[in-house]
């Protein structure tokens, strides 16, 4: 499939969204960010009552609706307590594991939209018991100096109770088409939808590009946009573990890098993940074969995306996933290649330019006679 799409462009759009602070429920920066990308592009565009940014590009037939879906928020983490002496405690946003905040540097977001530097700490290892260095920490044992003396001098910064905080990290480049960065998970997924909506240029159905919120702590953006859409056909585009790295079985790796996007079989555990409809898959995988786009299987074993409640709504959705490998998921350090990212873009528009309302209505229910 021929679609030239500028490396350094991708790279820059991913960099914008990676680098803003957006935890579950405060994704208002990256939603600027959404809306000034979709806004040259859109027939429609709004924001709904969660904050969910709705895109819609009308389609050459019109009458259908494909939904893409991608979460703008990410993990992150709560101020809970200020003590006397200026530090601040904290609890989780979505999935934080502890072992990734161990001495990491954070930005602290207040609710006036200042930022602070901090540094999660923790008793040195000089003065804790031998087996103490062997386990991880808990979440109540971290605590946050934003270089405070006092609670009253962190009163006066403008940080209180509530405010949020996120991993002090810059998307960079590692080597080659290899980056890193925070907030792949979604952020990534997000670049893809929002480059693939700008690219479609003849689907039949109109395409809905959805900028999901709150998906680290339940899917409920993807939920209640679903609900108002209610949309014939879904595609999530969402990070999937890629563990091709010393430590991992090869049979448990799930993707590697650079091998392509995935597409997803099933996620999740028992009632909690998404079977892709079978014919979503067959589409997805013809697609990327006829348009010579390099793809991998994907069967994961725990986690999930969007889709899993979009399949749900009302009378149900054929739903799939486009999944971008990453190593390192919910970590500082989440590394992609932006090979796999370009060829997602095309795999998605190359989808909704293929889906038709004749194959649309081939999955939907039938009478019996």
């Not at 939904?67 to 990410?74: C, F, K, Q, R, Y």
Request: net charge negative; hydrophobic share 40%.
């Amino acid at each position: 499939m021929k679609l030239d799409l500028p490396r350094e462009e991708v790279f820059s759009l991913l960099k914008r969204l990676s680098d803003s602070v957006g935890p579950s429920g405060n994704e208002g920066s990256v939603r600027e960010l959404v809306i000034d990308e979709m806004r040259r592009v859109a027939d429609e565009l709004r924001v709904d009552t969660l904050g969910n940014v709705v895109a819609v590009k009308k389609g050459t037939r019109g009458g259908g609706k494909l939904m893409l879906a991608a979460h703008m928020d990410e993990i992150g983490l709560f101020v809970s307590h200020i003590d006397e002496r200026g530090f601040l405690r904290i609890l989780p946003i979505g999935g934080v594991p502890e072992r990734s905040l161990v001495y990491q540097r954070v930005l602290i977001k207040t609710r006036d939209g200042r930022i602070y530097r901090g540094v999660i700490g923790l008793k040195p290892p000089h003065v804790i018991k031998p087996e103490e260095l062997r386990q991880v920490p808990e979440m109540k044992e971290f605590f946050v100096d934003i270089g405070a003396s006092s609670r009253e001098e962190v009163l006066s910064m403008g940080v209180r109770v509530g405010d949020i905080a996120v991993f002090d990290r810059e998307l960079s480049v590692l080597t080659g088409d290899r980056v890193t960065g925070k907030a792949i998970d979604d952020r990534v997924g997000l670049a893809v939808m929002l480059k693939s909506f700008e690219v479609i240029e003849s689907a039949e159905l109109d395409v809905y590009a959805v900028a999901t919120v709150q998906e680290e702590v339940g899917l409920k953006g993807a939920e209640v946009a679903a609900y108002s859409i209610t949309p014939d056909v879904a595609l999530a585009l969402d990070v999937t573990i890629a563990s091709d790295f010393p430590g991992v079985s090869e049979h448990e790796w799930c993707t590697q890098l650079g091998k392509g996007p995935a597409i997803k079989v099933a996620d999740g555990r028992s009632a909690s993940g998404l079977i892709a409809h079978p014919e979503i898959v067959k589409m997805l995988v013809k697609t990327a074969e006829e348009s010579g786009i390099p793809y991998q299987m994907e069967v994961l074993a725990g986690g999930t995306t969007d889709a899993s409640v979009i399949a749900l709504n009302k009378e149900g959705v054929p739903a799939g996933v486009i999944s971008i490998p990453s190593r390192y998921i919910h970590s500082p350090v989440e590394v992609i290649d932006l090979k796999d990212v370009l060829n997602a873009i095309k795999l998605t528009k190359a989808f909704a330019e293929k889906t038709t309302h004749e194959w649309v209505s081939s999955l939907k229910e039938r009478r019996i006679k």
